[in-house]
């Protein structure tokens, strides 16, 4: 693999020429061409939807040889035609193969990624969160609409019916005055230890992992799936499992109140480690509240136990109203009239498919579902209960400047620092 430090050198200042360019409209028929950027879990599983929806990988991107080897032989068993396997993410910018990038790296690689491919003419698929901070998700959706991109969060509930229609529901006054939203994940997660630092794997370049978080040794916790666990990579368990709940809850939020008032203005809350006693910097058990003036939206985890509360379901999004509630989840929703215990109206799951829409919207160049707007809004209110956990205090937002006010400790965690070798890409 050629020198990192040209790559960065290049990402950086020799992708102008990719300036304004803009795809046209594509066929009904025509394949869309997909690299993928990171081949584990949700990577693997967005790409063969992908493929299951017409498209065709043509590339796959990971620093990790082993990870390639694989998934390079699935993706050709599920489309018949072998993607072509690169570890160097400029590849993927310089092939005119690529009409779209899948992007499902450790979140502290989303920004770098979202933003050369947006300037190299490529549409995007983004997993989420977004972002690592709210100015980077700005500066993303902000270059998506510079360069004319079709950008996609994968917050994938949005392309659910149910979860529509749920919505519309509540937008509808029928639940009376709506006082309280919540969303919630109770989940069980195991020990991850204490093992010491030790030796990248021969299969990976740990340097180009890092990327722009800062240099540490190598520890097998801050690397496949555990980074999600440290600040330095992920954005807790509110970025991973409660952005999902949370988009939900916006989505109810947006139809009641437009999408222009969908930020809260107060932020409070508490959590911490009080389940397992191992490496995780991360909250497992937490609750935030997000005050909107004339209600609350409240976020609750549990890593400890998979319970159902009394809404019956282990994950899902609540909106309680005057004269009834709504609770949604994958499975469906229902609502429940006041003093009745037995739901009034129900609603089964239909389906739906975030990549379907997706690539529908890269041939017709419509917004899809979880446009990249409506995506960093969602991934805002996880940074938001970040930056209350983190100061360990309440903070009052401004929803129209983003910012914190007066609040110079808040308002420093708007952005982050990167590493001197990877800089933020100008776009």
Known sequence: MENRRSFVKTAILGTTSYAGLSRTVRGA??????ALVGGRNQGRGVALRSIKEGAEIRMLCDIDDAISAKIAPELERAQGKAPVVVKDFRRVLDDKGVDA????????????MSLLTCQAGKDLYIEKPLSQTIREGQWIRDAGRKYNRVVQVGTQRRSFEHFQTAADYVASGKLGKI?????????????????????????VDYDVWLGPAPKRPFNPNRFHYNWRFFWDYGNTELGNQG???LDVALLGIQKMRGKEKCLPARISGHGGIYWLDDAKEVPDTQ????????????WELRSFGQHHPMEGTSAGTAFYGSEGALIVDGAGWAVYARNDKQPVVEVKQSGGSHERNFLECVKSRKRPNADIEIGRLSTTLCHLGNICQRLGRDVRFDPESETFGNDQAANAMLAKEYRSSDPLPRV
């Open 243 to 245: 952005i999902h709940m």
């Open 179 to 203: 006082c309280l939203v919540k969303a919630w994940m109770c989940q069980v997660r195991q020990t991850i230890g204490n093992p010491p630092d030790g030796t990248p794997p021969s299969t």
């Open 29 to 34: 028929n025509e394949r869309v061409g997909l």
């Open 287 to 298: 609750l935030i509240t997000y005050d909107y003036g004339d209600f609350l939206l409240v």
């Open 101 to 112: 990038v899948i992007v499902a790296t450790p979140d502290h690689w989303h920004t770098h």
